[in-house]
């Protein structure tokens, strides 16, 4: 049973730096995230079940695409310190981004998932990674361009690294999912609805619907919905934007209808979240 995980909300950035202990990673139920992440692993190891199972080792990195069910391994079990980058999919735009797009699509698609660094590589890696987490946390001047070079030296990293433990994999999902999925992240700022992403990936509205709630635990609609949502968050705490360009910029198509969505999923308005966050 796929059970779905949303993370905690941060302060609208894109990006988020968090380092965690798998401890013993039991067979269990899949989950599915609500953002995509980058799982670097530094000491131990585990096993990941995402299409096929991963052993993973100090220097290895999973990708892991937003909306993919995983959980632990069948085989065994171990425990594993990692350091994890999670980024928000649909906000991602131009250089770094569309690159780390282009390689969550390829999991989606059936790529390897883990992909294996040099010690001397994984050892850069690793710094950038420090560092993107003070330049997070400490809001200097110059922050976002010092967050795109270090993001675009990491995902350069990346993709440069070749794939690690199997060959292509038999995800378990129709590719029409990850073509859903894939078409959210890239249009649900343009209003996109359930019709436009069926049409869209050659499937009846109703056929979609029903197979994204299978393989995903949320609706076609809450993908959408969710897509925007962060689109918005960015926007508010990294802009000074009104909120009726926000609105627009993100999908909806009067003021009142983002207000009433926004309130309904973070309980304030878009003003007074803003107020909150802007800053941080």
Known sequence: MIAPHARAEGDGHPVAVARACTGDFRPGPEVVHDHSGLAFYVRGETRMRMGVEYVLRPGDVLLVPEGMPHGGGEHGHGEAELVGITVCTACLRGGWGDVLRRLFDDVRHGAVASRRLSDE?????????????????????????????????????????????????????????????????????????????????????????????????????????????????????????????????????????????????HGVSPGEWRATHRGR
Do not use: Y
Not at 156 to 178: E, I, K, Y
Not at 243 to 263: D, L, Y
């Open 121 to 265: 590589t994984f050892a850069e890696v690793l710094a950038c990674i420090e560092r993107l987490r003070v330049e997070l946390r400490d809001h200097a001047a110059q922050r976002e361009l010092m967050i795109d070079g270090l993001m675009s030296e990491i995902t350069a990293h990346v993709a440069r690294a070749a794939p690690s433990n199997t060959g292509p994999t038999d995800l378990g999902w129709p590719t029409v999912v990850a073509d859903a999925l894939g078409f959210v992240e890239r249009h649900a700022h343009e209003g996109i609805s359930l019709r436009d992403v069926a049409r869209a990936v050659g499937r009846s509205s109703t056929h979609l619907a029903a197979l994204v709630k299978r393989h995903t635990g949320r609706t076609v609609v809450a993908w959408i919905t969710h897509a925007r949502m962060a689109l918005a968050r960015q926007l508010l705490a990294g802009s000074d934007e009104g909120i009726e360009a926000v609105a627009s910029r993100v999908g909806f198509a009067s003021p009142s209808h983002f207000h009433r969505a926004f309130r309904r999923l």
